[in-house]
């Protein structure tokens, strides 16, 4: 089973800045692969970026993805207050499917 | 525009079976893969299976002997049982369609909590 470490646990920030969310797995995996979710309070998760770098369908250019191999990266550029949440990744290997730990986005 | 909805009773005894239903809108329950995730209170997202309309199916491996997932096409819904339920098992409980283009989970139920508890 592929795991995925997300780090920092718990970002602080103020609106406007940049914030850089790191979702490191255990084995390489296909970029493919590779999805970020966003999760507020009490709301299903909302499917942020696919395969490693796309945005979903009304997604803000604020939001990116890059990384390859086993290193992933979602930068939110400019942080709305909207944005001051939690954020999931998760892979998907060989019909397994597991979801990094979570990271939260908390107002400094 | 695609909608999924889960129902199923809220509160389940332990060693009984959890069971929940996924009613489809908006699109065939043919056309794609459709999966179960739970949420315990406070906790993160844990992957609990798909399954596809020709009964084609995969499970996580922790949860694999006791999970059974259906699909019923003249109701454009699928199922979940999750059998020999304990208080860990006490979650949101949401249904996901799985876009095969995008490797990804595009479209969720609002979910369901449901609590083992005697």
């Known amino acids: 089973e592929i795991v995925l470490t997300q780090s920092p646990g718990t970002l602080s920030l103020s609106p406007g800045e940049r914030a850089t969310l790191f979702c490191r797995a255990s084995q390489s995996i296909s970029s493919s692969y590779l999805a970020w979710y966003q999760q507020k309070p009490g709301q299903a998760p909302r499917l942020l970026i696919y395969g490693a770098s796309s945005r979903a369908t009304g997604i803000p250019d604020r939001f990116s993805g890059s990384g390859s191999g086993t290193d992933f990266t979602l930068t939110i550029s400019r942080l709305e207050p909207e944005d001051f949440t939690v954020y999931y990744c998760?892979?998907?290997?060989?019909?397994?499917?597991?979801f990094g730990g979570g990271t939260k986005v908390e107002i400094k | 525009q695609v909608q999924l909805q889960e129902s199923g009773p809220g509160l389940v005894k332990p060693s009984e079976t959890l069971s929940l239903t996924c009613a489809v809108s908006?699109?065939?329950?043919?056309?794609?893969?459709w999966n179960w995730i739970r949420q315990p209170p406070g906790k993160g997202l844990e992957w609990i299976g798909y399954t596809y309309y020709t009964g084609s199916s995969k499970y996580n491996p922790s949860l694999k002997s006791r999970v059974t997932t259906s699909v019923d096409t003249s109701r454009n819904q699928f199922s979940l049982e999750l059998s020999s339920v304990t208080a860990a098992d006490t979650a949101v409980y949401y249904c996901?369609?799985?876009?095969?283009?995008?490797?990804?989970?595009?479209?969720w139920g609002q979910g369901t909590l449901v609590t083992v508890s005697s």
């Open positions: 908006g699109v065939s329950i043919s056309s794609y893969y």
């Open positions: 996901a369609r799985w876009s095969g283009s995008w490797k990804s989970f595009d479209c």
């Open positions: 998760q892979q998907y290997d060989n019909s397994h499917l597991t």
